[in-house]
């Protein structure tokens, strides 16, 4: 089932973002793709979050994180097969390929394995010029004419 959205209203109202019906069609896409690893994603403070990944039967070097632009990529292959054969196998250990989009100055600041779960912990560290900033408002005189009066003084 594929949906598509008119995106025609929000072009009206909004400048710059032009990049967010990729973004809403690649979650799209997503959600209807294999869901495998498992994942959690939460909030641990009001700039901090947590991607917990579980990824049982594979090990820290199995795992590639990588940290792009807006992008985090983790992977995960297992170098050959097990010695032996499996009278059942309910333990997935097939290659995986997981894309987060980051937000704006979202970074990762560690990565660790711990008991099968890969957790990645970000932070969003917004530049101290991108800030919100109070503009002082002036009276009504133009800056020339506080001058004059100044000199007049």
Known sequence: MRTTFDFAPLWRSTIGFDHLAGLVD???R???EDNYPPYNIERSGE???RIT????GFSADDIAVTAEQ???TIEGRKPGKAAGEFLYQG??????????????????KQASF???LLIIELVREVPEAMKPRR????SGASPTSRIEQKKAA
Do not use: E
Request: hydrophobic share 50%; proline share 2%.
């Open 26 to 28: 690649s979650a799209l």
């Open 91 to 108: 333990i997935a250990a097939r290659p995986f390929r997981r894309v987060f989009n980051l937000a704006d100055y979202v970074q990762v």
């Open 47 to 49: 700039d901090h979050y």
């Open 30 to 32: 997503q959600a209807t």
């Open 70 to 72: 807006n992008a985090l």
């Open 53 to 56: 990944l579980a990824v049982a």
């Open 114 to 116: 711990q008991d099968g």
């Open 135 to 138: 503009i002082q408002i002036g």
